[in-house]
């Protein structure tokens, strides 16, 4: 079926499909800040509870690797090998 369509159509396809999740995302991510900014107004207004983590932190995802380790698995994901075996830790 890509023969059919072509790489490219593919690609922009792809491309497409990822910018549309990420303006989905970005807007999530607009809306309930915004919903916990006037829930903190609110709350200070009147007490209660404060919303004290905000969406964005659910996706962030610490990377404990080191920077040989991170080099070593993006050289084994592309397919790539050194010449010389090279120790980068």
Same mark, same amino acid.
């Given at each position: 079926?890509? &023969? @059919?369509?072509?790489? $490219? ?7 497409? %499909? %990822? ?11 607009? @809306? =309930?800040?915004? @919903? *916990? ?19 964005? /932190?659910?996706? +962030? +995802?610490? /990377?404990?690797? =080191?920077? $040989?380790?991170?080099? +070593? &698995?993006?050289? *084994? +994901?592309? $397919? @790539? ?9």
């Amino acid at each position: 079926m890509v &023969d @059919l369509m072509g790489k $490219g159509y593919v690609v922009e396809y792809c491309i497409s %499909l %990822l910018r549309k999740k990420q303006e989905k995302r970005r807007f999530q991510i607009y @809306l =309930t800040d915004e @919903l *916990r900014v006037l829930n903190n107004n609110i709350c200070h207004a009147f007490g209660g509870a404060k919303i004290t983590q905000r969406y964005a /932190d659910y996706f +962030k +995802k610490e /990377d404990t690797r =080191t920077a $040989g380790q991170i080099v +070593k &698995d993006t050289m *084994r +994901k592309a $397919g @790539l090998t050194f010449a010389k075996d090279i120790e980068h830790e």
